[in-house]
C-alpha cells in the first residue's frame, strides 16, 4: 500500500522516489523511480526498493545513464526475457506453416525461406537481429536480385517475425526493415501481330486443356486459380454469368459469361470430375505453367511475357484502351478489391480521351470552312 504517492527529489536529475510500506517489516521505504528521454519518447521506470532491492539514488542514477546509453534493460524487459521461449526464424516458419495450410503462396515463399533466409537467419531469434544482419542478407544472397524479389524476401522475414509477436512467442524484430519501392504500375501487353501468332499457336498446339485455359484468361481477365478452381456448377449459360470461387480478395465474385469465354466453355469435354479442368483422376489441376510456356514459346514471345498473368494484363489493357469501360467496371471485371490496382491501366483510358479529345479541333475548322464555302458560293451567285 502507497503511503504517499508524491514524488520527492533526490540530489541526482531525473531520480525520484515515493514513500511506501515496507516490505517484511515495519514503516515506511523508498521507491525508487527514474525519468529519462529515449528517441524522443519519455520514459518513467520503477527501479526498485530502499530494503528489497537495496535501491539508492547514486545506484538508481547509474541505472538511468545505463538505459539512456542503451546498456541495460527495462524491469519488464528483464522479465520478459526470462519468461520468452527462443523461437528461432526455422522454429517460427515450421509452425507458421503448420498454422496456414491453406497459404497458396506457401510453397513460393518456402523457397524464397530456404534460399535467402535460411542460413543466416534459421538459428536467430527475432529480437536478435539488427540492422546489420540484414545488410549482409542484401549482400551476400539479394546482390543483383530485382528490387520485387528483395521486397518479397525481407517481407517474409517481417511476416516471420510479425506472426511470432503475434503469437506471443517474442518480441520480434526491434527496427523497421526497409524495403525498396517497386513499380507495380508497369502492364504486360502484346501487338497485334503478336496476338495473332499466339491465337494460331494455341489452336495448333496439342495441348488443348491448357490452350483452353490460356483463352479464358484472354477473355475474362481471370486468374489462373480462378480459373483451375471453376467447376461445371459456376458457369451460368442460361444467365450469362461466371462464378468465381475465393477470388484473391477472398470474397466470392460474379462476372459476365462474354460470347467468346462461352465458345471456349462449350467446347470443353464434359467428364465425371466435377471441375472443368481436371488430372485424369478427375482432381483439381494444380498447375499448367509448363505447358502455358511451350505455347508461349512457340509463338516467339517475349521471355519476361507472363503466359496467364499477361494475357490478364491483355484482355484489361484492350478493354482501358478501347475508351468504352470506364475504372469502375474495369475494376469489377478484374475483381480488384483495392481500386488502385486498376489505376495501371487508367493511362490507356485517358489516351483515347485525349486522342477522341483532339479530334474536336479538326471538326470545329471543318464546320468554319463549311460555312465560309457556303458563303462564298452565295456572293458568287450574286
Do not use: C
Not at 526498485?48 to 547509474?62: C, E, I, K, L, W
Not at 480478395?249 to 470430375?273: C, D, H, Y
Amino acid at each position: 500500500m502507497v503511503t504517499s504517492n508524491k514524488r520527492k527529489k533526490t540530489t541526482y536529475p531525473g531520480v525520484f522516489y515515493r514513500e511506501s510500506k515496507r516490505i517484511g517489516g515495519s514503516g515506511t521505504e523508498k521507491v525508487y523511480y527514474i525519468v529519462f528521454k529515449k528517441n524522443g519518447k519519455l520514459f518513467e521506470e520503477k527501479v526498485g526498493r530502499q530494503y528489497v532491492d537495496g535501491m539508492t539514488p547514486a545506484r538508481a542514477n547509474r541505472i538511468r545513464s545505463d538505459r539512456i546509453e542503451g546498456r541495460r534493460l527495462s524491469r519488464k524487459e528483464i522479465r520478459q526475457k526470462k519468461n520468452e521461449k527462443i523461437w528461432t526464424f526455422d522454429q517460427l516458419w515450421e509452425k507458421y506453416k503448420e498454422d496456414r495450410p491453406e497459404n497458396k503462396s506457401l510453397t513460393t515463399d518456402n523457397g524464397r525461406y530456404k534460399n535467402y533466409l535460411k542460413q543466416l537467419f534459421g538459428d536467430k531469434k527475432p529480437s536478435d537481429v539488427v540492422s546489420l544482419d540484414i545488410q549482409r542478407l542484401k549482400k551476400q544472397k539479394l546482390d543483383k536480385k530485382s528490387p520485387q524479389t528483395i521486397k518479397h524476401v525481407l517481407s517474409l522475414l517481417t511476416r516471420i517475425a510479425n506472426y511470432g509477436k503475434s503469437e506471443g512467442l517474442n518480441t520480434g524484430i526491434t527496427f523497421k526493415i526497409r524495403k525498396p519501392v517497386v513499380d507495380n504500375k508497369k502492364t504486360e501487353d502484346l501487338s497485334p501481330t503478336e496476338l495473332k501468332t499466339l491465337k494460331e499457336k494455341i489452336e495448333e498446339s496439342d495441348d488443348i486443356q491448357a490452350g483452353n485455359v490460356m483463352k479464358l484468361a484472354l477473355y475474362t481477365g481471370m486468374r489462373r486459380g480462378e480459373i483451375l478452381k471453376l467447376k461445371h456448377e459456376d458457369v451460368d449459360f442460361h444467365r450469362g454469368f461466371i462464378h468465381i470461387r475465393e477470388p484473391k480478395g477472398r470474397i466470392s465474385q460474379t462476372i459476365p459469361l462474354n460470347e467468346k469465354a462461352q465458345e471456349v466453355f462449350q467446347s470443353i469435354p464434359q467428364t465425371s470430375s466435377s471441375y472443368i479442368f481436371s488430372n485424369p483422376d478427375g482432381s483439381q489441376m494444380k498447375n499448367v505453367t509448363k505447358r502455358e510456356n511451350k505455347i508461349k514459346e512457340a509463338a516467339g514471345l517475349p521471355a519476361n511475357f507472363r503466359a496467364l498473368h499477361g494475357l490478364r494484363h491483355v484482355f484489361a489493357s484492350m478493354l482501358a484502351s478501347s475508351g468504352n469501360v470506364d475504372m469502375h467496371t474495369l475494376q469489377k471485371l478484374l475483381t480488384h478489391k483495392d481500386p488502385r490496382m486498376t489505376q495501371r491501366y487508367s493511362y490507356l483510358r485517358d489516351e483515347t480521351l485525349r486522342n477522341v479529345s483532339g479530334l474536336v479541333g479538326p471538326l470545329v475548322d471543318q464546320a468554319v470552312n463549311e460555312v465560309v464555302d457556303q458563303e462564298k458560293e452565295t456572293v458568287q451567285k450574286k
